[in-house]
Structure formats: structure tokens, C-alpha cells
């Protein structure tokens, strides 16, 4: 049985987000997580030797990490954002904390998760149907990339996919064990890309097994805010990043 209020829970927050650290901190007492704040690595503090040692622009490192996975005449390299910078770091710093962590995984979750109704019964039902070889879990669809956007036909009674590359589905939420944290800090420092695409590329670059919850467990707010799938999203959910 999967105890959620058991499994070491990392939230990447933004500090200057403060409704999102008021409506998370809600989230949080709902479902009883044991959890890390990752508040370091904010953009404002981005820069100099510390950007250097998380970020290094190459055109050279990103037509590697691109050409394999997506078209690299349609995404050419390009300088990351500073809120993307940020937010990857703060990835990378739950990386490292899993992986130094005695638990066997670990849960990062970002501060614009919607989690739904049937997220805490629903995990041990899809816990149950994982097979053991999984290193990373996206239980979330992003802004609803569902399991035919990864080239995969639905099957019935089925809720758990090994994902094809490329396997990353946004970032709102990933259950990462220990080992594979330990091979993503190692190879995603410094990084290249913005977290997920990074992701991707480090997926498939260490041949990891990437597992889909389908139908998810959670989605993010600032994508649906952006899209309208969702209705009565709080205007503080709108994105950084974009």
C-alpha cells in the first residue's frame, strides 16, 4: 500500500509566489505530505558563478539533445528565460535531495499542481499495476498531453504506460527513485534545456524507464489557466515561464 503522507515530498517553489505558497501550504495539510520546501535557485539570484555552475548555453550541446527526440529545424537552440533557469535549477537541487534521502523514492511536485479527486485512493490502485523496473512516474498530464500524444493506443483496464521517447510529460509532478536521482543530478549539472525537455533528453540518453499514469492524477494550473480547460483557475497560477 502506498501511503502518500509517508513518501518525502520535494515542492519548487518561487518565493515572490506568494499566493501559490499560501494555496500549496493547503495542499500539503490536505494530504498530510512530508515535505521539503525548495526555495533556493529563485532567477533573482541566477546569476554569476552560481549560473555557471546549473546553466551553460551551447548551441553545440543542444542540437545533440534535440536532433535525436524533435525536428532541430523547428527548435533551434536558444538562450533559457531566466524563470526557466530557475526552475530547472530547483529540479536539479530535488535531484540531489532524493537522491542523499534513505527512502527508496521521492516526489517532486511543482506549486501549480492540481491534484484530483481521485488522487489518493487512485495512486495505490496504479502503484499496484507498476512493474518494479519503473525510474521515473509522471502521475500528471501537464496541459492534458494524454497517452496518444505518446504514440501509444489506450488499452483497456490499463492505467499505467511505459512512455516512448520522447517520455517527459511536463514536470508539474514526477515520482523518481533514488537510483535514477542520482544519474539525472550527475548528467543535468549544468543543463542545457528547460527542465523537461531536459528531462527528455537525459530519459532517453541513460535509457531510463518512464512510466505514464493514464488517466492522470493530477494536472497543472498555470497550463490550464493559459488554455481554458479548467474553469475558475486563480490568476496567480499564470505562468513565469512564458
Not at 511536485?109 to 523496473?133: H, I, M, Q, R, S
Request: charged share 30%; glycine share 2%.
Amino acid at each position: 500500500m502506498v501511503d502518500i503522507s509517508k513518501i518525502r515530498t520535494y515542492v519548487l517553489h518561487y518565493t515572490k509566489l506568494t499566493n501559490r505558497r499560501k494555496y500549496m501550504e493547503k495542499l500539503v495539510d490536505l494530504l498530510k505530505l512530508d515535505v521539503t520546501w525548495i526555495t533556493e535557485f529563485d532567477q533573482e539570484v541566477m546569476t554569476g558563478n552560481l549560473l555557471d555552475e546549473y546553466y551553460k548555453r551551447s548551441d553545440e550541446d543542444w542540437e545533440r539533445k534535440v536532433t535525436p527526440l524533435w525536428d532541430i529545424n523547428e527548435h533551434r537552440p536558444r538562450k533559457l528565460r531566466p524563470a526557466e533557469i530557475s526552475l530547472t535549477a530547483k529540479h536539479v537541487e530535488a535531484l540531489k535531495r532524493i537522491s542523499e534521502d534513505e527512502n527508496e523514492f521521492g516526489l517532486i511536485l511543482e506549486d501549480d499542481v492540481l491534484v484530483k479527486e481521485t488522487f489518493v485512493d487512485g495512486l495505490n490502485e496504479y502503484f499496484a499495476e507498476l512493474p518494479d523496473d519503473w525510474d521515473v512516474i509522471f502521475p500528471g498530464d501537464g496541459y492534458g498531453i494524454r497517452i496518444w500524444d505518446n504514440n501509444q493506443e489506450p488499452i483497456p483496464n490499463r492505467r499505467v504506460y511505459l512512455a516512448n521517447n520522447p517520455a517527459s510529460r511536463c514536470t508539474e509532478a514526477m515520482f523518481v527513485k533514488k537510483e535514477a536521482a542520482k544519474k539525472l543530478y550527475d548528467a543535468m549539472k549544468p543543463f542545457t534545456m528547460v527542465c523537461d525537455w531536459e528531462y527528455a533528453w537525459q530519459f532517453y540518453n541513460l535509457a531510463l524507464n518512464i512510466y505514464w499514469f493514464e488517466p492522470s492524477l493530477i494536472t497543472q494550473a498555470s497550463h490550464a489557466l493559459d488554455l481554458g480547460t479548467v474553469p475558475n483557475i486563480p490568476e496567480f497560477f499564470r505562468s513565469t515561464l512564458r
